[in-house]
């Protein structure tokens, strides 16, 4: 089945440590995000990236870095200049814009819980 | 900068009853796409509708249609026959023609009433 996958579902840190989030989608998309998630709150988009090796900053970049070595793979890492990195990450893909057409919408996975500890 | 506004922080509707979702945005552009998302307490994000704004027609999936007024900015979504299944937060999001940028609007958490 095509989809998109997200890994650990749950994840811990400790202050000052760096740790990555995994992203990995098998749609064949070459549009991939990475957005936070606080309580109560909607989606902010963290990084985004339109085809392999290019990523553009989202609204909350600092503190995050990102990749795309491969079309597939979008890993977001959590750096320890995020000063209040505890939220719930979402990845999402979908197909690259500018072509007028349907089937336009994201996929998203299941998450990952980030707590700091 | 586009942006996306969903004014109701939080709505009831009786089941079976119709229920409208508010979304305004902002952009300077023609050529864009407008998504409804719905986020249940599982947390997957699922996409309900979709409108492509060259499209002067209003979406319809079902029970779920929306009131996609361009020249207001505007893309409410209605929700007839309401059903104990479609308590969520539901999201409002907004992608330029080119540019791949998909930004949403802080939510508007829907509860079905019995």
């Known amino acids: 089945d095509g989809g998109i996958t997200q890994s650990p579902k749950y994840l811990f840190r400790k202050e000052g440590q760096n740790v990555t989030l995994s992203c990995e989608q098998n749609l064949n998309h070459d549009a991939m995000y990475w957005y936070r998630q606080d309580p109560g709150q909607g989606l902010r988009l963290i990084y985004y990236s339109q085809i392999v090796n290019d990523f553009q900053k989202g609204d909350i970049a600092e503190g995050y870095s990102v990749s795309r070595e491969k079309k597939e793979s979008f890993p977001l890492t959590v750096t320890s200049a995020q000063k209040n990195p505890t939220a719930f990450y979402l990845c999402a893909s979908s197909r690259r814009q500018g072509m007028l057409s349907s089937n336009t919408e994201a996929f998203f996975g299941q998450g990952t819980r980030l707590t700091v500890v | ?114």
Not at chain 2, 11 to 40: G, H, I, N, R
């Open chain 2, 1 to 114: 900068a586009q942006t996306v506004t969903q004014s109701q922080p939080e709505m009831s509707v009786q089941e079976a009853e119709t229920v409208t979702l508010s979304c305004t945005y902002d952009t300077s552009e023609s050529d864009y796409y407008l998504f409804w998302y719905k986020q249940p307490p599982s947390r997957q994000m699922i996409l309900v509708i979709r409108q492509e704004a060259y499209k002067q027609q209003n979406a319809t999936e079902n029970r779920f249609s929306v009131n996609f007024q361009k020249a207001a900015k505007s893309f409410s979504l209605k929700i007839s026959d309401s059903q104990l299944g479609d308590a969520a937060m539901y999201f409002c999001a907004y992608c330029m023609e080119y540019g791949n940028k998909l930004v949403f609007g802080a939510g508007t958490i829907l509860r079905v009433k019995s």
